[in-house]
């Protein structure tokens, strides 16, 4: 571990991206060994425990327990050593470069910041510490009941639902959606693709900025369509802008899957044509199944992890957090993975893999 290993806060919920520090299990310098708990975190609606991915320091540690934290704020680093230095600070993207003209402690997106601005809002009577996005600043002004101001008027559809990603992914999540029959596809969101080309008769809308539009249309759901496969922050990082613009991630699944009625599917999971998931098998937050993957009894699979085509995971497998099983691989009874390894395609899993680890294409675990 030669740089410092940041560790972020987890998305626990699409629809809070704030969650409590209920309980910090670390501090300042303390070794801490793989998988050893760093904290726990709460929302109003679930709850999650943050392991440490391997063994090292905790140096930069920047809150305290019963603070409020964010889905992708880095919480501190692990380092081989304290001595180790740490990354230069950088500021969030979504915050506003006017921060000297800000009150103290204020943290505010450029789009709420500008319509604040507008209606002459009190920047001091906004919260310190979240971040105060476009929606937070609107619900300000409506309960003010401004004279000049009139909330834009939308009629929600909740059929409606836009496409994050506009790759091989996105592609298959448009068959899967119109094989389902209950939704509209309002476009594609992608910061890659000029906006107004056409993929698969579906329009791009355009990047980022236009979820704030999207959303006051009346679009307030979305599929995630960003894979992610080689760096999972990206995929977390989508998760985290609809959340923030207010978009509810469903659990989609395809018609030829099958799903047995004990089993949990959190939102955000994706099970594509010809998957299977077993009994009481638990699918955590934007969990892949990919085309043909089985997913047996009692398994539980952590958030944003990634089950490829063909994969198979016998009875009582836990796979950590952003985890990716490879096309084919074969995962034996009541192995667990931990979190941020890989196990690559063909592969044949025996025993435990420790987090971060990797087993090799075609390979039998343990060698």
């Known amino acids: 571990m030669n740089e410092p290993l940041p560790i972020t806060i987890p998305l626990l919920n699409p629809n809070e991206p704030e969650a409590l520090l209920a309980e910090l299990n670390v501090q300042e310098g303390q070794q801490v060994s793989a998988d050893e708990l760093i904290c726990s975190l709460e929302t109003t609606k679930s709850t999650a425990e943050l392991r440490a991915p391997q063994k090292g320091y905790v140096v930069g540690l920047r809150y305290s327990q019963g603070q409020t934290v ?3 704020e880095v919480l501190c680093y692990l380092v081989a050593s304290p001595e180790v230095p740490l990354p230069g600070e ?4 979504q915050e506003s470069a006017e921060a000297g003209d800000l009150p103290p402690g204020l943290r505010i997106t450029q789009p709420a910041l500008a ?5 002459g809002l009190d920047l001091g009577a ?3 510490g979240p971040l ?3 929606n937070l600043v609107r619900e300000r002004l409506q309960a003010g009941a401004p004279a000049d101001f009139a909330a834009p008027e939308s009629e929600f559809d909740p059929t409606a639902i836009v496409v994050y990603g506009a790759g091989g992914h996105g592609k298959s999540l448009i068959d899967l959606l119109r094989s389902l029959g209950t939704y509209q596809i309002a476009g594609i969101i992608d910061d890659g693709v000029q ?3 056409q993929i698969m008769g579906v329009t791009v809308l355009g990047g980022n900025q236009a979820l704030a539009g999207l959303y006051q249309q009346g679009v307030h759901l979305a599929v995630n369509a960003v894979g992610g496969i080689g760096n999972i922050t990206v995929r977390i990082q989508v998760f985290r802008r609809l959340a923030e613009a207010g978009f509810t991630c469903p659990a989609v699944v395809h018609p030829t899957a099958f799903v047995e009625a004990s089993a949990h599917l959190a939102p955000g999971v994706q099970v594509f044509p010809h998957a299977y998931v077993g009994s009481q098998a638990r699918l955590g937050f934007g969990a892949i199944i990919n085309t043909s993957a089985i997913v047996s009894h009692d398994c539980a699979i952590a ?4 089950i490829s085509p063909g994969a198979m995971l016998a009875g009582g497998v836990q ?3 952003g985890v990716l099983i490879g096309m084919g691989a074969t995962l034996n009874l009541q192995v667990s993975i931990g979190s941020g390894a890989r196990i690559g395609n063909g592969a044949t899993v025996k025993s435990d893999v420790p987090p971060q680890g990797i087993v090799r294409a075609g390979a039998i675990w343990p060698e």
């Open 115 to 119: 319509l604040a601005k507008a209606h």
């Open 132 to 134: 105060v996005t476009e």
């Open 319 to 321: 796979v950590g957090r």
């Open 195 to 197: 906006a107004g080309t």
């Open 126 to 128: 906004l919260p310190t």
């Open 303 to 306: 958030d944003y992890a990634n």
């Open 90 to 93: 950088e500021t969030p993207p």
């Open 70 to 72: 964010r889905a992708g």
